[in-house]
């Protein structure tokens, strides 16, 4: 894979971001493509494009805005509350994001001559969303395949880590205090350790409470 290409699914949070520098570390040219679909929080794409400027990556934005017409959901509409009621699907779900993301990342994958393509989706922290399941993965890289008669590789680093894990990956790549200061994961909009409230950051806090607890007792 060194001498190969990868293109990074990229929202400029904390999974995408270690997704990044495990990409730059293993392949020889890395581009990362990030989603304008109306999401709530348009800073979002701003510290996308930051991050891949700081790294020196090119950086594609696509419009995916029909995805908010079809979609309605808490990260795409204001008025609706971020929760999750137990036996239901959190309201931050958004149907068929991943399917389509890896879909339009297939294509532009093939433009720009790239064989890999890297996503931050877990299916040990993945808030119960169907499409960040490994089964829907591999489902998707065979159907790509299928439909543009190439040789895609779906890669997700982060697929059986949990957020403790995470941050021990992005510590090992010596990315920690960038993914940590950098990224934005908050539901609410706020950069860096967030809101603390909302259940990305206490996802985000969690793990990173529980790595730097196993580091501290390590040493």
Known sequence: ?????????????????????????????????????????????????AIAKEQGIRHHVLDMSLLNQLAPNALTRNDIEIEQKEGELPSTFVPGRNLLFLSFASVLANQIGARHIVTGVCETDFSGYPDCRDQFIKSCNVTVNLAMDEQLVFHTPLMWLNKEET??????????????????TCYN???????????????????????????????
């Not at 990868?6 to 999974?15: E, N, P």
């Not at 293993?26 to 929080?41: I, M």
């Not at 941050?167 to 934005?184: F, H, M, N, P, Q």
């Not at 909009?189 to 990173?208: F, H, Q």
């Open 1 to 49: 894979m060194k001498n190969e290409k990868a293109l990074v699914v990229f929202s400029g949070g904390q999974d995408s971001t270690t997704c990044l520098f495990w990409a730059l570390k293993n392949y020889k040219e890395v581009e990362a493509v990030t989603f304008n679909y109306n999401q709530r929080h348009k800073l979002e794409i701003e510290i996308a494009e």
């Open 167 to 184: 941050w021990e990956l992005a510590d090992e790549l010596g990315a920690l205090d960038y993914v940590r200061t950098k990224t934005l």
């Open 189 to 219: 909009g706020i950069p860096a350790d967030g809101c603390g409230e909302c259940p990305a950051c206490l996802l985000r806090k969690n793990g990173l409470d529980a790595y730097l607890n196993k580091k501290e007792a390590a040493q």
